[in-house]
């Protein structure tokens, strides 16, 4: 069992005083992956009371051991028309457009921007913008659909839109004229997750036909929490909601402070114990709608309350996973009934779906000043049309990136992970701090993910950075000073093998399959000698050769890219042979533009043009001696791009503007937007 040295930071709002606690503190037990099934009502209120309780146990056992090694460092802390989509037009329509940049083909993510090649949907502010955009020297904008909160990203299928947006809440007055419930605008739970006088988040997913004139909205479902991702498999869509859960009060006066405060020890630990005693008995008083998620759905245009069927719910071992409840949401497109809710207790901290599985991972819960521990449970859920069900869970040492750490092929699971064996989170890694990574293989057996095999430690000291399996090989970049690229022979899940190594400077966090021979990525290069970051690199692999990888091109960019960080604003047409990413730089002033880069296997990079969106922001900037100021309330940033035939469609706050690809300096169209109006939290005025 691994001791954990952390510092747990603590802002007073007296003073802004930081005060930081070196604490020697042992995990309570290490990771136990797996699920209880439960079967009925009783079973799921035992199951939550028991984890609530053991959560605030260990955080009394935290505190107590946060005394015993306190020690205090002061410093400073820091303080349009209500239209609808318009039909595809009957006349000829692209060759190709790019779709959505996806992980697994065939399994389509949600974005803020959409197109069939006819229409490109965009999430601007409140409303979903429709612009007809073929021929291409006919852009214009067609209509708006306003969508009620705050709408984040969406699905294209056919003639349906599929909208996600946040909406709240608040308990003084329900001044967003919400359609729920009256007692949604003043939930009793003050006590409990939420901070009284403030509000309730649901996700909202809207169902559009936009196959006519006007849009019609066919289905509307809301399930508290916040929208943490989704998956397409053809019509039927799986929604990932992080959902609220009991927590123990930590804004009340009464919650202990971390080190003691500078009481008496015996005065802490009365502190500590009353609290603790006060927090216990809450629990007992808990009731199972106290703990369980809220869920609507509109029966005509009425709210209707979803009873919660208690044998949807998955529990793992008490104080295992963290606060909060993974909700997985189904819904048929074509059926649009309501589907089935499938529960997890704890917050996901990775989702991956390939076409027949459903990962989520969750971190090993910690408590509140330690962060989220080093091991990763793993739950893994079987795909078979509209049905989603258990399979099995496993423990992955270590910290799990992202969603391209994962994957399934033919049945067999892969995960790269790194382990901190010093116990620290990553990105927080000291000078000396030790660290493995790897790359393991599991399947399932009798309701638990198994391990088959695993590499060798992969650069001790680095943490990965990007992860991307092709076929029976994985490419894994790993960075501290300089960029090892590892290619991985998967085809013997039972003996992952390290085929060959690469090192150059910098670090890759995207890898894209330019052929299947080549990687295309893009990162950022860091001088080797001095450490310093140079500006966004874009780099050409060649591995044909899994054992002898090389670099065969390279491109430095002064700026950095959205697409570093967003795999869906990386945007690379195959027929064109272009690239296309939003790039910001700040050398003498802010310039935004949608950067074009020609890739070629032989010849490299060849920048292909900029499209500036700077002129459609004028309003925003007010002269002053020496400068100026940027008045809205919205970014000047280049959004994305993408491609229709030979056409390149650049986006922003300001609009869209479509470009000839054989000459992108002058524009075909420029549709401007109207400023986009954000929807307005209840603690923020509104316009904010």
């Not at 214009?140 to 709408?151: K, N, Q, R, T």
């Not at 998956?231 to 009991?246: L, N």
């Not at 123990?248 to 080190?259: K, T, V």
């Not at 819904?331 to 704890?346: A, I, K, N, T, W």
Request: hydrophobic share 40%; charged share 20%.
């Amino acid at each position: 069992m691994h001791r954990l040295r952390l510092f747990a930071c603590v802002l007073t709002a007296s003073a802004a005083i930081a005060a930081c606690l070196d604490v020697d503190w042992t995990p309570p037990r290490p990771l136990v992956a797996s699920l209880l099934h439960v079967e009925d009502c009783d079973a799921l209120l035992a199951a939550l009371r028991e984890d609530a309780r053991s959560k605030v146990e260990e955080e009394a056992r935290s505190l107590k051991a946060s005394y015993r090694r306190s020690r205090i460092r002061f410093g400073f802390g820091s303080s349009a028309t209500d239209a609808g989509g318009a039909p595809p037009p009957e006349a000829e329509g692209p060759s190709h457009y790019t779709d959505t940049n996806t992980q697994v083909a065939g399994v389509d993510e949600p974005d803020f921007v959409k197109t069939d090649g006819h229409r490109v949907f965009v999430v601007h502010g409140g409303n979903v913008e429709v612009f007809r955009s073929w021929p291409a020297d006919e852009t214009h904008l067609v209509g708006s659909i306003a969508v009620e909160g705050e709408p984040t990203s969406m699905f294209l299928a056919g003639e349906r839109l599929v909208v996600f947006s946040q909406v709240a809440y608040s308990n003084q007055g329900g001044e967003q004229g919400s359609a729920l419930p009256a007692e949604l605008l003043a939930p009793d739970r003050a006590w409990g997750a939420y901070y009284p006088y403030a509000y309730r988040t649901f996700t909202k997913i809207s169902v559009f036909d936009v196959s006519g004139e006007s849009s019609a909205l066919l289905h509307e479902r809301y399930v508290e929490g916040h929208f943490r991702d989704a998956r397409r498999h053809g019509p039927v869509i799986r929604t990932i909601v992080e959902a609220p859960t009991w927590q123990p009060n930590w804004w009340s006066g009464d919650f202990p402070p971390y080190g003691g405060g500078g009481m008496r020890k015996r005065a802490f630990f009365a502190r500590v114990d009353d609290w603790r005693d006060a927090r216990l008995a809450a629990i007992e008083k808990t009731e199972l709608s106290d703990f369980l998620p809220d869920e609507y759905v509109v029966e005509d245009g009425v709210m209707v309350r979803r009873e919660p069927r208690c044998d949807r719910y998955y529990a793992p071992p008490a104080a295992q996973s963290g606060y909060g409840m993974t909700a997985v949401v189904t819904l048929d497109l074509e059926s649009l009934g309501e589907g089935e809710s499938l529960f997890v207790l704890g917050s996901p901290n990775v989702i991956y779906a390939s076409h027949d599985v459903l990962l989520l991972g969750h971190e090993l819960w910690l408590p509140s000043w330690a962060g989220s521990g080093s091991d990763t449970a793993l739950h893994a859920f079987s795909l078979d049309e509209a049905s989603t069900e258990y399979l099995g869970s496993g423990a992955v040492p270590g910290y799990v990136r992202n969603q391209f750490s994962l994957d399934e092929r033919d049945g067999i699971i892969r995960a790269s992970t790194t382990e901190t064996t010093g116990g620290s989170r990553l990105g927080w890694l000291g000078p000396d701090e030790p660290s493995a990574n790897r790359v393991i293989t599991y399947e399932v057996r009798d309701g638990a993910l198994v391990e088959l095999g695993r590499t060798p430690a992969l650069a001790p000291g680095e943490q990965i950075f990007a992860t991307r399996y092709l076929g029976d090989l994985a490419y894994v970049v790993t960075f501290r000073q300089v960029d090892p690229l590892f290619a991985i022979d998967l085809s013997d899940p039972k003996a992952p093998t390290v085929l060959g190594e690469l090192k150059i400077p910098g670090f890759s966090t995207y890898l894209h399959p330019l052929s299947a021979s080549h990687l295309l990525t893009i990162g950022r290069y860091v001088d080797e000698r001095t450490g310093w970051d140079r500006g966004m690199q874009l780099q050409i692999f060649d591995v044909s050769d899994p054992s002898r990888p090389t670099q065969l091109h390279s491109l430095v960019v002064e700026g950095y890219s959205s697409a570093e960080h967003d795999h869906k604003a990386f945007v690379y047409d195959p027929v064109n042979a272009l690239l296309a990413v939003p790039v910001d730089s700040w050398s003498m002033e802010f310039v935004s533009a949608l950067r074009l880069f020609h890739v070629s296997i032989d010849e490299g990079f060849t920048e292909a043009g900029a499209i500036d969106h700077t002129p459609l922001f004028s309003d925003c900037v007010e002269p002053v001696a020496g400068g100026f100021y940027y008045v809205c309330g919205y970014g000047s940033s280049m959004r994305r791009g993408l491609f229709i035939d030979d056409y390149v469609y650049a986006l922003s706050y300001g609009g869209l503007s479509v470009h000839a690809l054989d000459d992108v300096s002058t524009p075909l169209v420029v549709e401007p937007l109207p400023p986009p109006v954000f929807y307005a939290m209840p603690w923020m005025p509104m316009g904010w």
